[in-house]
């Protein structure tokens, strides 16, 4: 069974950074593709980045294009979402999902995805 375990978030000053992390145990992510979704208050879980087993693939919500960046070391099972020029919209909690690497890296934009952690805080203050 895989687990997801993320860190990382906490309060931000808008414009600020942070870095979340998720670390996979029981498979060794290489053989998962990895994305992060955020929830806000009252709102729907919505997309944000997704990186495939190798990193020969990544996608992001233009929400968040050109301030958010994806990666992976594989060495560490562990995935990062770098997040820069924060805004009060980025507030939500993230979580980290996965995708057996059986399945195409492409469905897990559209939510289909296997494992899931119990999410990060982020708050944005403006």
């Known amino acids: 069974q895989v687990q997801l375990a993320e860190s990382g978030g906490g309060l931000v000053q808008a414009g600020g950074s942070l870095r979340l992390s998720c670390i996979a145990s029981?498979?060794?992510?290489?053989?998962?593709?990895v994305g992060w979704f955020r929830q806000a208050p009252a709102k729907e879980r919505e997309f944000v980045a997704s990186?495939?087993?190798?990193?020969?693939?990544?996608d992001y919500t233009d929400s968040v294009k050109g301030r958010f960046t994806i990666s992976r070391d594989n060495a560490e099972n562990t995935v990062y979402l770098q997040m820069n020029s924060l805004k009060s919209d980025d507030t939500a909690i993230y979580f980290c999902?996965?995708?057996?690497?059986?399945?195409?890296?492409?469905?897990?934009?559209?939510?289909?995805?296997?494992?899931w952690g119990q999410g990060t805080q982020v708050t944005v203050s403006s």
């Open positions: 029981g498979r060794t992510s290489d053989h998962l593709h």
């Open positions: 990186i495939s087993n190798l990193a020969y693939n990544t």
């Open positions: 999902v996965a995708l057996q690497l059986t399945k195409p890296w492409a469905q897990l934009a559209r939510g289909a995805y296997d494992y």
